[in-house]
């Protein structure tokens, strides 16, 4: 069973205490999963926060932990978040009809 810990629906360093809260509620070694269900904004503190927590669990000896993605589709308008084939962080996209270079 893995135990969920829930990502602030806003989540920067003034909301770090909660996530750390949920984080630090059992043993590194647990399956965990990373509720991002509700997230609506995260700062690159917060991402790096859960990037963080997540390699403590792995050097801990404890399974990677999941992450689940927003369900507000707004949040997929960020180039931020992409497909699992492709890197986490990608060069923004051009919004005229120029292309980006390489």
């Given at each position: 069973m893995s135990r969920v810990v829930e990502v602030p629906a806003w989540f920067?360093?003034?909301?770090f205490e909660q996530f750390a809260h949920s984080?630090?509620?059992g043993a590194l070694t647990?399956?965990?999963?990373?509720?991002a269900r509700a997230a609506q904004w995260a700062s690159p503190f917060g991402l790096i926060a859960m990037l963080t927590a997540a390699q403590a669990v792995r050097e801990a000896g404890g399974p990677a932990p999941v992450f689940t993605v927003p369900t507000i589709c707004s949040?997929?308008?960020s180039t931020m978040l992409t497909v699992a084939s492709r890197p986490l962080l990608t060069k923004p996209r051009p919004r005229s009809g120029a292309t980006a270079m390489p």
């Open positions: 920067d360093d003034r909301s984080f630090s509620q647990d399956r965990m999963l990373f509720d949040v997929f308008r």
